[in-house]
């Protein structure tokens, strides 16, 4: 797994050539960190050619580890200006390590109008080829389009109209490996905004004729782990398998970490609750035919994911995650599964970030533009992204552009990307992730539901919260989260699967090195990039006022945290 | 001498804290609640957002608003016959003292048979724990949220008393110093002293034990820095959040030393004149603390250090009585408290109240007190405006 695929979208070439030895141990995020230091200006225009796009995969990709595949989109953010790394599940990381490709680095800005698509064929022979035939679809018909043209067991990570037109709250979406839909998204930070500026309009992978093998240190240590892991992921399987991430709402709604009415702070109410939690969703499953348990990315064992379809049972969305009901429900008052699900299939078609659309949506609602809990209305307004009205295009670039346009006080975003469903003065870890960590407010980067931890000194909160960051950093270059979260009951396993994927020694103390390393050089990053502890700081009303559910205020300075991270 | 530490009343104390009422009677396993404040709290809308957060998580709401004044043991039966016909299997006080001692006493009621009577003051028969209990002062002063007794009015007598015992203190109390804000200067002046009178007995008290000194002397030390304050800007958070602090530490207090002779002329004066509590309790406080000194030297000085005064130096046991009467006319005048005279009692009634304060917690006084030496205290403090 040692190839890097290299594309200049200015001169047309497609080159391979050996990751470097550094490289070889470093994944997904702390890959993108890596190139991103080595080979990108900090100060550069996100949408100009200085900027790359890189996508990459996990340490060990091509190993037989579940959820080792999954894709890492980065570069420096057009939504936030700082460093980026926005992963998602779906096929084509497995399909990218089946070529022995670890990485692509995507440069330059071509010298005219012309789009291409980047097309890894069985041989595993790399060309950009027109993408005249493709432009102005959204993602659904894309993929089918694309699907048509190179088959069905394509992987495609591609962008809708939102990519094309520039949305800086873009994402790319990825082909599911259970239903091949484009409805897994690397959402976050506007990556697809940066896969749109060097024009390319899909990455196609196409199945590898022969997959490429993993060289194995020791296969039967490997094997000895991976086995712990998936029977631990398998015996006492978590409601993230049984039901989906949307289960994670009955957990962390009653501790009111779950956003109401644009971060007001209040606990959702029970009777809305019902109508949007696990159970509420398995309903709607079993009455339209849908599905769950399903992988996204071949060989996954937590299999989170899932169809829900329409009243007439008809496919209407997957990946269908606790988040977007968070945002583009609880936030904006919206109790109904449908709508939200509608919402999300509106999104991923377009190709912009959930999380980022439904904090835009509780904006506008606060703003009076349209009232708390209008179903017709949010979807209304997605509508107008799609359709590039000139609210539609303001929208797309995200919620702190649409605050300041209706000049709303209450904009919940930190380093210009909207916080991500769950409230920080409730959860208190999560309020230094959402500071400090480089990507901007983001609960990937470091979230625990820790309810009173308003009530824990200072210092305990600090170093809970850089200890998140760091585990997830290190978790962001191999995995993902949910299977990880399994290896952390046995601290064996980490260490097992890298000696025997690799060799050497490894302890659990030389693994989070690779966590603290990711996150030095983003940190590094941003910093030349013109970032200071000014920007590690929330929207103030989460310091001025008390959550209305439980009091709690967040009152960690940035200068206590920037100490924190020393 | 051996003591009791009676006064671990668990505590979620800070700003906006009520607001987590809600989460805490979940936590504590209730699915029915009975809320208990006066007509006051309930148009202030105090209680609708705790309210709103219990039933956001699926807790059902009943409600008593008809607490009294001095309430009277009649209203913590009706107060109890909600809660018993709704199966509440919680209840939680929004208020003052009032409010707090009606549902502690109606608390009982729901798991024991009536009458309220047979349970009334010390040494009455046992009774068996209320439902989970949940206070929330919404002044600061009485203590009530930390004590293991109420102070209610029997209906026929006009007596004040109360039934006391561990089984009745809260299972929780969250003290919220934002919900006194709204507190108007005469109610923070009186409830801040009530505070300041269960600290000072508690310190000179025949029972002080050296627990109750500590939390005593803690007491009186921020209401004497942050009552006036309280009292001229009611908006003050930091002086707001000391005297709730005061406050419930006073009660910490005196839940195990207990009163003495301010609260014996104040349980007679808000009888006989339904005087405020902590107004009553106080009028003669600085006498008081003066005729106690000798039969509590070390309490004395303990009350004399808290109130920042310099009681060292070889002073008398006299002396130092003097200088904390004259600190606390002081402080009364400052805070713009009502003496007896303000109140339009003449002096010829004072030896009526004086006869009525020989019986409740006087026998807590360091020094045997006769009739004559009340007398004594309430001409003295009759009139010192």
């Known amino acids: 797994m040692s190839k890097v695929l290299r594309v200049n979208v200015k001169t047309g070439a497609t080159t391979f050539e050996e990751a470097k030895e550094e490289y070889k141990l470093l994944g997904n995020r702390g890959l993108i960190a890596r190139v991103m230091t080595d080979e990108v200006n900090p100060k550069c225009d996100p949408l100009g050619k200085e900027n790359k796009f890189i996508l990459a995969t996990g340490i060990l990709s091509g190993t037989t580890l579940p959820t080792a595949h999954r894709l890492s989109a980065g570069g420096k953010s057009p939504l936030t200006g700082g460093i980026k790394e926005s992963n998602v599940g779906g096929n084509v990381g497995y399909m990218l390590a089946g070529h022995g490709i670890k990485m692509v680095i995507i440069e330059d800005i071509p010298g005219d109008d012309s789009w291409k698509l980047l097309v890894v064929d069985k041989s595993g022979k790399a060309q950009l080829v027109p993408a005249d035939d493709y432009l102005g679809l959204n993602n659904y018909s894309l993929v089918e389009k694309l699907k048509a043209k190179y088959g069905n067991k394509i992987g495609v990570a591609s962008i809708g109209l939102a990519g094309e037109r520039g949305y800086r709250n873009c994402s790319i979406q990825v082909t599911d490996a259970s239903t091949g839909h484009p409805s897994r998204a690397a959402a976050r930070g506007g990556m697809g905004a940066l896969m749109g500026a060097k024009k390319i309009k899909a990455v196609v992978i196409d199945e590898p004729a022969t997959r490429a093998s993993f060289n194995y240190a020791d296969k039967k240590k490997f094997d000895a782990a991976r086995k712990s892991l998936v029977e631990g992921l398998t015996a006492r399987p978590s409601a993230t398998t049984t039901v989906g991430t949307i289960s994670v709402i009955d957990m962390v709604s009653p501790m009111a970490l779950t956003p109401v009415r644009n971060y007001s702070g209040e606990i959702i109410d029970i009777k809305s609750l019902n109508k949007i939690n696990g159970a509420a969703f398995l309903k709607k499953l079993e009455k339209n035919g849908g599905k769950n348990q399903l992988p996204c990315q071949p060989g996954c064992v937590v299999r989170c994911s899932n169809i829900y379809n329409d009243s007439k049972g008809e496919y209407l969305t997957g990946g269908f995650e606790y988040e977007t009901v968070a945002m583009c429900g609880t936030n904006c008052m919206i109790d109904d599964l449908d709508t939200i699900a509608k919402i999300d299939r509106m999104c991923d078609d377009l190709g912009v970030d959930t999380i980022e659309t439904g904090a835009t949506i509780g904006v506008c609602m606060e703003a009076g533009k349209i009232p708390w809990g209008d179903k017709k209305g949010a979807i209304k307004l997605v509508q107008e992204m799609i359709d590039g009205t000139e609210f539609g295009k303001l929208m797309g670039q995200g919620t702190e552009a649409v605050g300041k346009a209706l000049g709303v006080k209450r904009v919940p975003t930190v380093k210009g990307q909207s916080l991500s469903g769950y409230d920080p003065r409730n959860t208190q870890i999560v309020s230094i992730t959402y500071s400090t960590s480089p990507m901007g407010a983001d609960h990937t980067a470091g979230v625990m539901m820790m309810p009173n931890s308003d009530l824990m000194p200072k210092q305990f909160r600090l170093s809970m919260g850089v200890n998140m960051q760091t585990n997830m950093a290190t978790c962001d270059n191999l995995m993902c989260m949910y299977a990880y979260m399994g290896a952390m009951f046995n601290p064996t396993i980490m260490p097992d699967l890298m000696a025997g994927a690799f060799g050497g020694e490894w302890d659990a103390a030389k693994i989070s090195q690779i966590g603290t390393d990711t996150l030095k050089l983003e940190r590094a990053f941003n910093k030349a990039a013109g970032f200071t502890i000014d920007d590690d700081v929330l929207p103030e009303f989460f310091y001025n006022e008390p959550a209305l559910s439980t009091g709690a205020i967040c009152d960690l300075t940035k200068e206590e945290m920037a100490e924190a991270f020393k | ?385």
Do not use: W
Request: some cysteine; glycine content about 10%; overall charge neutral.
């Open chain 2, 1 to 385: 001498m051996p003591y009791n530490i009676n006064h671990m009343t668990p505590v979620l104390f800070g700003p906006n804290m009520s607001m987590r009422a809600g989460m805490r009677l979940k936590e504590m396993g209730c699915k029915k609640v009975l809320y208990v404040f006066d007509q006051g709290i309930k148009n202030a809308g105090i209680p609708d957002r705790i309210m709103k957060n219990a039933e956001a998580l699926g807790i059902k709401s009943y409600v008593y608003d008809q607490v009294k004044a001095d309430p009277p043991d009649y209203t913590c039966e009706e107060c109890a016959e909600v809660g018993i016909k709704a199966k509440v299997d919680g209840v939680v006080a929004i208020g003052g003292g009032s409010s707090m001692d009606t549902a502690k006493v109606a608390n009982i009621l729901l798991t024991n048979p009536p009458p309220l009577s047979q349970y009334m003051g010390f040494g009455g028969p046992p009774f068996k724990p209320g439902k989970t209990l949940v206070l929330i002062p919404t002044t600061s002063g009485t203590g009530s949220e930390v004590t293991n007794m109420a102070v209610i009015t029997d209906s026929k007598t006009g007596n004040k008393g109360g039934p006391a015992n561990n089984t009745l203190r809260a299972t929780l109390s969250i003290v919220d110093p934002v919900l006194t804000v709204g507190m108007p200067p005469s109610i923070t002046a009186d409830t801040g002293m009530d505070a300041y009178c269960h600290a000072a007995e508690a310190l000179t008290s025949g029972q002080a034990n050296p627990m109750s000194d500590i939390v005593g002397a803690r007491a009186i030390n921020l209401v004497c820095k942050s009552l006036p304050v309280a009292v001229k800007d009611g908006s003050n958070l930091e002086a707001r959040t000391d005297m709730s602090f005061a406050a419930m530490c006073a009660g910490y207090a005196f839940n195990d030393a207990i009163t003495h002779l301010g609260h014996s002329i104040g349980h007679t004066l808000g009888a006989m004149y339904h005087i405020a509590h902590g107004n009553a309790c106080a009028v003669a406080i600085g006498e008081i603390m003066e005729y106690v000194a000798p039969g509590a030297p070390d309490g004395i000085r303990r009350v004399g250090a808290a109130m920042g005064l310099d009681v060292n130096h070889g002073l008398s046991t006299q002396k130092v009585g003097e200088m904390v009467r004259d600190a606390v006319r002081k402080l009364n005048k400052d805070i713009g408290l009502k003496t007896l005279k303000d109140h339009g009692i003449k002096r010829s009634e004072l030896n009526a109240i004086a006869e009525r304060s020989m019986s409740g917690p006087i026998m807590f006084s360091p020094r045997k007190t006769s009739k004559e030496d009340l007398l004594e205290l309430l001409e003295k403090s009759y009139d010192l405006s």
